[in-house]
Nanobody, 121 residues
Framework: QVQLVESGGGLVQPGGSLGLSCAAS????????MGWYRQAPGKERELVAT???????NYADSVKGRFTISRDNGRNTVLLQMNSLKPEDTAVYYC???????????????WGKGILVTVSS
């Protein structure tokens, strides 16, 4: 089995910064894509940022220039550094791992439980 565990959420003031971390555990051979999605109250889940095993990144337009995604392939960990946070960034942030190859099983998508980020003054 593969599990994703997020950490680093909390309350931050507008204009502040916050870092999120997600670690994949289990018998894993490789993870093609890791990323973050978020869901605000009353809205559908949306992409925030993704990063492939080769380092290619993709960001939502709303976070470009403010958020930075990175990963440590050796530890199967993905990080999201969030700067210049805005109230509209308030959401539950979900870690995602796409195309996860284990030694005996393949997962199309694995999701974390979600972690709350609140941006408020």
């Amino acid at each position: 089995q593969v599990q994703l565990v997020e950490s680093g959420g909390g309350l931050v003031q507008p204009g502040g910064s916050l870092g999120l971390s997600c670690a994949a555990s289990g018998s894993i051979f490789s993870i093609n894509t890791m990323g973050w999605y978020r869901q605000a109250p009353g809205k559908e889940r949306e992409l925030v940022a993704t990063i492939t095993s080769s380092g290619r990144t993709n960001y939502a337009d709303s976070v470009k220039g403010r958020f930075t995604i990175s990963r440590d392939n050796g530890r199967n960990t993905v990080l999201l550094q969030m700067n210049s946070l805005k109230p509209e960034d308030t959401a539950v942030y979900y870690c995602n791992a796409g195309n996860v190859r284990g030694y005996s099983v393949f997962y199309n998508n694995v999701w974390g439980k979600g972690i709350l980020v609140t941006v408020s003054s």
